[in-house]
């Protein structure tokens, strides 16, 4: 198995629960890769990160990602050759909508990422197995809203959290369990 975590926007591979997970993960012999993403969250930089960084897409390949990592994560999958299947996705704190942005400047940041639209039947043919787990306190990622838009959109087994915020360190998540049991 290979595994390819997408971190979120002001994270890096040694924050929040990432570097628990990795060293879960290899304690099961299981190669982890999180690649460090730019500080600037541009659509073609993330997915061209990304796309350096993949190899050998199989069935055994699963991605994570965590908040914007998991538009990342949807937009390299839906360039990719129709004929590509991978194991699966665990998507955590995903959006397609936001709320409660700091400022103008997130704001348009962002935008790109909200208005680009991703071909979800693209997504839904690289995997059956998706998985997307939601905090119910999340103060950027609306619970209802964004976990009808994956169940909908990408059939995905949502997992509803209580009180995890946007499973952060500041939120004082620094291991997430739930991840190891949809792997």
Not at 22 to 41: A, R, S, T, V, Y
Not at 79 to 94: H, K, P, R, S, Y
Request: charge should be negative.
């Amino acid at each position: 198995m290979q595994i390819y975590l997408v971190h979120r926007w002001d994270g890096n591979p040694d924050s929040d629960w990432y570097p628990w997970l990795k060293k879960q993960l290899e304690n099961k012999g299981i190669n982890i890769i999180i690649p460090k993403m730019p500080d600037n969250p541009e659509i073609d930089k993330w997915v061209g990160i990304l796309r350096k960084k993949v190899k050998n897409l199989d069935k055994n390949t699963y991605f994570i990602g965590h908040s914007i990592g998991c538009q990342t994560i949807m937009r390299y999958l839906q360039t990719l050759q129709d004929n590509i299947e991978i194991g699966g996705l665990i998507f955590v704190a995903g959006w397609f909508r936001l709320q409660n942005l700091e400022d103008e400047e997130v704001e348009e940041m962002v935008k790109p990422w909200l208005e680009d639209n991703i071909d979800f039947s693209k997504i839904k043919n690289k995997t059956k197995n998706i998985s997307a787990i939601f905090s119910t306190n999340d103060k950027y990622v609306d619970f209802e809203e964004n976990s009808k838009l994956f169940r909908d959109k990408l059939n995905a087994k949502i997992i509803k959290i209580k009180d995890k915020g946007h499973f952060t360190s500041e939120d004082n998540i620094i291991e997430l369990h739930e991840i190891l049991e949809e792997l």
